[in-house]
């Protein structure tokens, strides 16, 4: 097959081409590769196995192919690394345990911060927006959680960081090596901080 341009290719998997299918995942399967080995950690600690991770990494790469907007001014690499991390960070929110969700919804992002009622996942935005929306909001995101840093102390800022970016609070244990009871402590901390600046 000859050399394509990554538009031309696309719009080829969207007629079904399986051949470039296969030439956009040799050149593209870097990516797959980088964040499956990223995750891996906190996917074996969870007890996700290696070849799930990959194949829910293989189906964020298949929709980031056939949804790419080529009108945008993302590159195909960044919205594919965009929907693959997200399908990743998708299957790992989804590990979580009913003990974990009654305290995730006992201690929630959604509880309103200031009067008139926004609340942290407002103030941060949303994370099941779509990859392109993300990417066009990322600066201003980078922007708040830069300032949010500012009020918060290391230990605060690691499981902060955790916690914006869709880590279950099981995951936000493992990682950190704390127990629940410590959680629960830097969560109540980093309301009260996140309060007060705004």
């Known amino acids: 097959m000859p050399d394509y341009p990554d538009n ?19 050149k593209y399967v870097g990516i797959v590769d980088y964040l499956v080995y990223k995750y891996r950690n906190i996917a074996k600690a969870i007890g996700i196995d290696s070849q799930e991770l990959r194949q829910e990494a293989m189906v964020g790469f298949s929709h980031a192919i056939v949804s790419y907007n080529q009108n945008k001014e993302t590159s195909l690499s960044t919205f594919i690394s965009l929907c693959v991390e997200r399908r990743i960070r998708n299957i790992v929110r989804n590990f979580d345990s009913q003990k974990t969700k009654l305290f995730k919804d006992t201690y929630s992002l959604d509880e309103p911060l200031t009067n008139d009622e926004n609340t942290l996942t407002d103030f941060l935005g949303d994370s099941k927006t779509d990859p392109q929306v993300l990417m066009e909001n990322e600066e201003e995101r980078k922007r708040l959680i830069n300032q949010a840093h500012d009020v918060l102390s ?45």
Not at 8 to 23: F, K
Not at 159 to 174: K, M, Q
């Open 154 to 198: 290391p230990s605060e800022k690691d499981v902060f960081d955790l916690l914006i970016n869709g880590f279950t609070y099981r995951d936000i244990e493992s990682i950190l090596q704390i127990d629940t009871k410590q959680l629960y402590n830097f969560i109540s901390r980093i309301r009260s901080k996140l309060k007060k600046w705004m």
């Open 8 to 26: 031309e290719l696309v719009n080829m998997v969207c007629e079904d081409s399986e051949d470039a299918r296969d030439i956009l995942y040799k």
